[in-house]
T-cell receptor
Framework: DSGVTQTPKHLITATGQRVTLRCSPR?????VYWYQQSLDQGLQFLIQ???????AKGNILERFSAQQFPDLHSELNLSSLELGDSALYFC?????????????FGSGTRLTVV | GESVGLHLPTLSVQEGDNSIINCAYS??????FIWYKQESGKGPQFIID?????DKRQGQRVTVLLNKTVKHLSLQIAATQPGDSAVYFC????????????FGSGTQLTVLP
């Protein structure tokens, strides 16, 4: 157990729908990062939050949004889902900002859009 | 095992042999590099890191080599064990990117009995 908790583990939904993925960081970690791992793109950085504030954005679609709550858990919202959104979505956390503080990844949420 | 379905480069080694996994990184400004291991059904797991002011770093059974001239990283695993079978990713970051990670495409390592 890495200490980073992601729910749900699996999600199957139809095109056009909206889903919310949840991440609880390791105790004491203030940064949360979201990554997408798809069949043809590998692991891609989506967005980072630090202590409730958005700090960096990567290749995140406008249909996707995220937030970090006062208790530091984070949610990734995916809307108007398309078949190509099917992927593994990972959350990682760290004490500070950036990989040099030591990322810890969760086990991911596998999203299947049908 | 479950990779992510990518057509990954593969490396098969006999149990007990040494493994070498290679990675070409893209950004000459990158100054921090990490190797991750991803097993079936799990998230990437940190193995070893190296900063650009070093060209070699050793851990337990693993060594990372960095060649900045040709933008190349390698991961050496000594006495490879069945539990080492996984997908291995290199990742790079630099200060200007707010230290976000850019991952390579990964290599599937299979350890043969």
């Amino acid at each position: 157990d890495s200490g980073v908790t992601q729910t749900p583990k699996h999600l199957i939904t139809a095109t056009g729908q909206r889903v919310t993925l949840r991440c609880s960081p390791r105790s004491g970690d203030l940064s949360v990062y979201w990554y997408q791992q798809s069949l043809d793109q590998g692991l891609q950085f989506l967005i980072q939050y630090y202590n409730g504030e958005e700090r960096a954005k990567g290749n995140i679609l406008e249909r996707f949004s995220a937030q970090q709550f006062p208790d530091l858990h984070s949610e990734l919202n995916l809307s108007s889902l398309e078949l190509g959104d099917s992927a593994l979505y990972f959350c990682a956390s760290s004490v500070g900002q950036g990989a040099s503080y030591g990322y810890t990844f969760g086990s991911g949420t596998r999203l299947t859009v049908v | 095992g479950e990779s992510v379905g990518l057509h990954l480069p593969t490396l098969s080694v006999q149990e007990g042999d040494n493994s070498i996994i290679n990675c070409a990184y893209s950004n000459s400004a990158s100054d921090y590099f990490i190797w991750y291991k991803q097993e079936s059904g799990k998230g990437p797991q940190f193995i070893i890191d190296i900063r650009s002011n070093m060209d070699k770093r050793q851990g337990q059974r693993v060594t990372v080599l960095l060649n900045k001239t040709v933008k190349h990283l390698s991961l050496q695993i000594a006495a490879t064990q069945p539990g080492d079978s996984a997908v291995y990713f290199c990742a790079e970051s630099y200060y200007g990117s707010a230290r976000q990670l850019t991952f390579g495409s990964g290599t599937q390592l299979t350890v043969l009995p």
